[in-house]
Structure formats: structure tokens, C-alpha cells
């Protein structure tokens, strides 16, 4: 028998042919796993987020409950670098501390940091108000936390976790982005009514029952409601909407409900129900439905369902288009919060201490939290999720309208969302102009930053929107 004469040349040669062939095995039984770990995955997460009977709410404690409770519900976006979170709450306020440890949380079941979480809420009122920072004050000077006091909201801290890592086993891939848009027809209305001397002459608050005042034109709001749906092929997995204005219809009722926003979520998630619908409340701060809503209950009902034919319309003019991880980005901003003058820590430590009933009925402890935190040297982070040709940004406080407004027009071609009511610790947030102007929503009262945040905002917003 003849012998090879570089037997050594074979074998290397059988070798690679051998592993070749192992490789090509490898990848012919199991292309559709290594396209699942290289791409793009969400994952959903959905919990109950109703106070029970006896807890306190921001305004009430809970008496009784209602056929649609609270929510706290939201997306996990996998394979665009570490996780990124976005969750929406149906309580009034998240807000300081309370807002850290929600970010913190979720980031913890999630995989990520917190600088990729982005929590907001949709600030219906009878809902629950959250900031661990006034109940520290409060339970360190002696006095009941009331509205403040956190079991609660620690146990939904526990449900939220629980669900995040449940959800993200179950993962479904992400191939498409789908973006549509639509005006929401007699929803929201401008609450601040100005005179002739250019000054606030009264405020339409969300149930307004002067004739007079409903009566006035809508003024300045953003009609457009804005939908980012995320799929999974032919399935829609998850649509975040996006709508501003303030999300009463009638409230101190002692029952924790969603109102009409939840309403006209509940019904769409009834016409499309293989997605999860996700609200945010946009930059509503100066809107509300009083022009049309004169607190009567029928009320929440045909505000639900104004809302729920703009989602609808918005749904049906929604163009898809494949998603890449490249095409998926998120940046952070980093800004301080210029304080109001109004807020100064000695008169507040006294107003505590004194038992003072105005420190209490508006929200000293709160105040007092969010002005130490701003004296600590805390930066507020702005952020923007990039996806495709979508921007969404995510901003604190009861924003006004003119910041979602000026944001689009930033960047007319590109689909910008805007979600405020994150960290709840600067309460009202106006445009300079408005704090000259006077009004409910600008006061000491309501608004604890000065008028220089239009300029540190509309900054930040403006480096988002134009980084590449």
C-alpha cells in the first residue's frame, strides 16, 4: 500500500474540512437563534398599580374601586447596546427621590442603568403621589406622611421588578417601526386665559363650569396625537401613544382610576389586542379639557372616546418600515434646574416645623425635597430615544405645551414624541413669558423653577434633536 507523501498536509486538510463542515451544520440548523441574539428584541411589561382600600391618594384615601384600575406598564428594547426602559404610570406624580428609585429599580430588572430608564406619568388625580424625599422630611420631623407615606408604592416597585424579569425571557424579535399621527378633536384646550394687558385674566381648569370661559377659543395646544408602534413582522408587540394635555375629567372621587385617557387606552387595546398600548401624557402642563368639560360624568366617557377615534385615525395612517439596531440610539442630557426665588430652605424648615397648615396643603415637603437636591448639586437627565426617523424625548415636571411645540418644529423631518411628567420635583414648568404673565400654574405655589428653565431646557432639547 502506498503511503501519502505529506501525510501531515492531509490531515490538516481533513481537519478543516471536517470543522467547515460542523460549521456550516451549525449554522444551517439554527440561523433563526443567531438572528434572535444579533438583532433587535422588546419585551413588555404590564402591572396593577391601584392603591387598596384605606391607602392614602394625593388628594383622598382610597373608599372603593371602579371597573378600570391603575396601571404601570411599559417596554424593555433588547440589542441596541445595554437595555433601554420606558415605563408609564397611572398615578399623579413621581418625583425626586421617589423618581431615582424607580429609575434605579427598573434599570436593576432590566440589566441596564438607570440613565437608560425613562419613567414617566400620565397624572390622572385620583391616583397616588410618590416622592421618598418628602416622606423622609416628614417622617424624620415627626408628621405623618399622608399622601407621601411609600409602602405602597414600594410594593409596586416589587411587582414592577417582578414582571421586567419575567418579561425578558419572552422577548419577541423587533423588525419594524411603525409611525402615525392624527388631531384629536375636541379634547384639550389652553387652561390659561389672557386679558387685554397680555396678563392671565383667569384659569379654565380642566372641569370649567363658566359658560363664559368655555366659550373662549382652544388657544395654543398641540392637536396631534402621536403613535410609535413596535412589531415583530406582521404583529404589532407594542404602540406608544403620545397626547398632551391634563387627564381629568372629574376626580376626588376616593376611587383610583386611569380617567379618560385610561378609558380610551382600555378601548384600544380592545380593537388591537396582540400589542400592549402604552399612553404617555406629552407636555400638557397649561392644557386641559375645560373648554369642553363642564365636570359632568357623562363627560369621561366622550372625552375617552374623542381620544380613543384620534388613536384610532393615528393607527390607521401608520406607515412601517424595517428597524435596524443601527438604527436605534438613546442620549442623555444632563442639566441643573434653575430654583425659584420662592423657595428658600429656612422658611420651609420653619413653616415644618411650626406645623404650618400651608406647608402641607402646598406640598412644602416636596419643595423642600426638590430644593435640597438642587442645592446638592443634582442634574436633571433629559433624554431622547432615537428610532428610525422617530425622536422621542423625555422630559420632567408639568411641562407647557410650548416646549413640545418648539421641540418640532426643531427638526420638521423628523417624527418627534414628546413625554413630560418625569421626575415630578419641579411641579409647573412654563416658557419665560408665562412667569411674567401670572396664572395658577407659574405661581410660588405651582411652579418651583425660574424662569431661566426655558433657556436650559430648550438647550438641551436642541442638542438632542441635532447631535448625530
Same mark, same amino acid.
Given at each position: 500500500?502506498?503511503?501519502?507523501?505529506?501525510?501531515? @498536509?492531509?490531515?490538516?486538510?481533513?481537519?478543516?474540512?471536517?470543522?467547515? @463542515?460542523?460549521?456550516?451544520?451549525?449554522?444551517?440548523?439554527?440561523?433563526?437563534?443567531?438572528?434572535?441574539?444579533?438583532?433587535?428584541?422588546?419585551?413588555?411589561?404590564?402591572?396593577?398599580?391601584?392603591?387598596?382600600?384605606?391607602?392614602?391618594?394625593?388628594?383622598?384615601?382610597?373608599?372603593?374601586?371602579?371597573?378600570?384600575?391603575?396601571? *404601570?406598564?411599559?417596554?424593555?428594547?433588547?440589542?441596541?447596546?445595554?437595555?433601554?426602559?420606558?415605563?408609564?404610570?397611572?398615578?399623579?406624580?413621581?418625583?425626586?427621590?421617589?423618581?431615582?428609585?424607580?429609575?434605579?429599580?427598573?434599570?436593576?430588572?432590566?440589566?441596564?442603568?438607570?440613565?437608560?430608564?425613562?419613567?414617566?406619568?400620565?397624572?390622572?388625580?385620583?391616583?397616588?403621589?410618590?416622592?421618598?424625599?418628602?416622606?423622609?422630611?416628614?417622617?424624620?420631623?415627626?408628621? /405623618?406622611?399622608?399622601?407621601?407615606?411609600?409602602?405602597?408604592?414600594?410594593?409596586?416597585?416589587?411587582?414592577?421588578?417582578? *414582571?421586567?424579569?419575567?418579561?425578558?425571557?419572552?422577548?419577541?424579535?423587533?423588525?419594524?417601526?411603525?409611525?402615525? /399621527?392624527?388631531?384629536?378633536?375636541?379634547?384639550?384646550?389652553?387652561?390659561?386665559?389672557?386679558?387685554?394687558?397680555?396678563?392671565?385674566?383667569?384659569?379654565?381648569?380642566?372641569?370649567?363650569?363658566?359658560?363664559?370661559?368655555?366659550?373662549?377659543?382652544?388657544?395654543?395646544?398641540?392637536? +396631534?396625537?402621536?403613535?410609535?408602534?413596535?412589531?415583530?413582522?406582521? +404583529?404589532?408587540?407594542?404602540?406608544? /401613544?403620545?397626547?398632551?394635555?391634563?387627564?381629568?375629567?372629574?376626580?376626588?372621587?376616593?376611587?383610583?382610576?386611569?380617567?379618560?385617557?385610561? @378609558?380610551?387606552?382600555?378601548?384600544? +387595546?380592545?380593537?388591537?389586542?396582540?400589542?400592549?398600548?402604552?399612553?404617555?401624557?406629552?407636555?400638557?402642563?397649561?392644557?386641559? *379639557?375645560?373648554?369642553?368639560?363642564?365636570?359632568?360624568?357623562?363627560?369621561?366617557?366622550?372625552?375617552?372616546?374623542?381620544?380613543?377615534?384620534?388613536?384610532?385615525?393615528?393607527?390607521?395612517?401608520?406607515?412601517?418600515?424595517?428597524?435596524?439596531?443601527?438604527?436605534?440610539?438613546?442620549?442623555?442630557?444632563? @442639566?441643573?434646574?434653575?430654583?425659584?426665588?420662592?423657595?428658600?430652605?429656612?422658611?420651609?424648615?420653619?413653616?415644618?416645623?411650626?406645623?404650618?397648615?400651608?406647608?402641607?396643603?402646598?406640598?412644602?415637603? *416636596?419643595?423642600?425635597?426638590?430644593?435640597?437636591? +438642587?442645592?446638592?448639586?443634582?442634574?436633571?437627565?433629559? /433624554?431622547?430615544?432615537?428610532?428610525?426617523?422617530?425622536?422621542?424625548?423625555?422630559?420632567?415636571?408639568?411641562?407647557?405645551?410650548?416646549?413640545?411645540?418648539?421641540?418640532?418644529?426643531?427638526?420638521?423631518?423628523?417624527?418627534?414624541?414628546?413625554?413630560?411628567?418625569?421626575?415630578?420635583?419641579?411641579?409647573?414648568?412654563?416658557?419665560?413669558?408665562?412667569?411674567?404673565?401670572?396664572?395658577?400654574?407659574?405661581?410660588?405655589?405651582?411652579?418651583?423653577?425660574?424662569?431661566?428653565?426655558?433657556?436650559?431646557?430648550?438647550?438641551?432639547?436642541?442638542?438632542?434633536?441635532?447631535?448625530?
Amino acid at each position: 500500500m502506498s503511503r501519502p507523501l505529506f501525510p501531515c @498536509v492531509r490531515r490538516g486538510l481533513l481537519s478543516f474540512a471536517g470543522v467547515l @463542515v460542523l460549521a456550516m451544520t451549525f449554522l444551517a440548523a439554527a440561523p433563526r437563534g443567531l438572528a434572535a441574539e444579533s438583532g433587535l428584541r422588546v419585551a413588555v411589561f404590564d402591572v396593577d398599580a391601584t392603591p387598596p382600600i384605606g391607602a392614602d391618594m394625593a388628594y383622598d384615601p382610597v373608599t372603593n374601586s371602579w371597573d378600570l384600575g391603575l396601571r *404601570a406598564r411599559g417596554v424593555v428594547l433588547l440589542g441596541a447596546g445595554e437595555p433601554i426602559v420606558l415605563a408609564a404610570v397611572d398615578w399623579i406624580g413621581i418625583g425626586n427621590e421617589g423618581y431615582d428609585t424607580f429609575r434605579a429599580t427598573l434599570a436593576n430588572a432590566a440589566g441596564t442603568v438607570p440613565s437608560r430608564v425613562a419613567v414617566h406619568c400620565l397624572h390622572q388625580h385620583d391616583a397616588p403621589d410618590c416622592d421618598f424625599g418628602a416622606e423622609r422630611i416628614l417622617t424624620e420631623a415627626g408628621v /405623618s406622611p399622608v399622601s407621601y407615606e411609600g409602602t405602597f408604592a414600594r410594593e409596586t416597585l416589587r411587582r414592577l421588578e417582578r *414582571a421586567i424579569r419575567l418579561a425578558l425571557p419572552r422577548a419577541q424579535p423587533l423588525t419594524h417601526l411603525g409611525l402615525g /399621527s392624527a388631531a384629536v378633536q375636541e379634547v384639550a384646550s389652553n387652561r390659561r386665559i389672557l386679558g387685554p394687558d397680555g396678563k392671565v385674566r383667569a384659569v379654565r381648569y380642566t372641569t370649567c363650569t363658566d359658560p363664559a370661559l368655555r366659550a373662549e377659543p382652544a388657544g395654543t395646544i398641540d392637536p +396631534q396625537v402621536s403613535l410609535i408602534s413596535l412589531w415583530n413582522g406582521d +404583529q404589532p408587540v407594542a404602540v406608544l /401613544s403620545y397626547y398632551a394635555t391634563h387627564p381629568q375629567s372629574y376626580y376626588r372621587t376616593g376611587i383610583p382610576n386611569p380617567d379618560f385617557p385610561g @378609558v380610551a387606552r382600555f378601548l384600544r +387595546q380592545l380593537a388591537v389586542p396582540a400589542a400592549l398600548h402604552v399612553h404617555f401624557n406629552g407636555a400638557g402642563g397649561n392644557l386641559g *379639557a375645560g373648554k369642553y368639560n363642564d365636570g359632568s360624568k357623562e363627560n369621561r366617557g366622550l372625552l375617552a372616546e374623542r381620544l380613543a377615534d384620534g388613536l384610532r385615525r393615528a393607527w390607521e395612517s401608520t406607515r412601517r418600515e424595517p428597524l435596524t439596531a443601527e438604527a436605534v440610539g438613546w442620549q442623555v442630557d444632563a @442639566v441643573s434646574l434653575p430654583v425659584s426665588t420662592n423657595l428658600v430652605e429656612a422658611e420651609l424648615r420653619a413653616k415644618l416645623k411650626a406645623r404650618e397648615g400651608a406647608f402641607f396643603l402646598s406640598g412644602g415637603a *416636596a419643595k423642600l425635597s426638590f430644593l435640597l437636591r +438642587q442645592q446638592a448639586g443634582h442634574r436633571t437627565e433629559i /433624554s431622547c430615544l432615537r428610532l428610525g426617523k422617530a425622536r422621542l424625548l423625555h422630559l420632567p415636571g408639568e411641562l407647557f405645551v410650548e416646549y413640545q411645540l418648539a421641540a418640532k418644529a426643531m427638526r420638521p423631518d423628523l417624527f418627534v414624541a414628546m413625554a413630560a411628567y418625569g421626575d415630578y420635583g419641579p411641579g409647573y414648568i412654563g416658557t419665560r413669558i408665562a412667569y411674567a404673565e401670572g396664572g395658577y400654574e407659574t405661581s410660588p405655589a405651582a411652579s418651583h423653577v425660574s424662569p431661566d428653565v426655558e433657556d436650559v431646557l430648550l438647550g438641551s432639547v436642541r442638542r438632542l434633536l441635532t447631535t448625530p
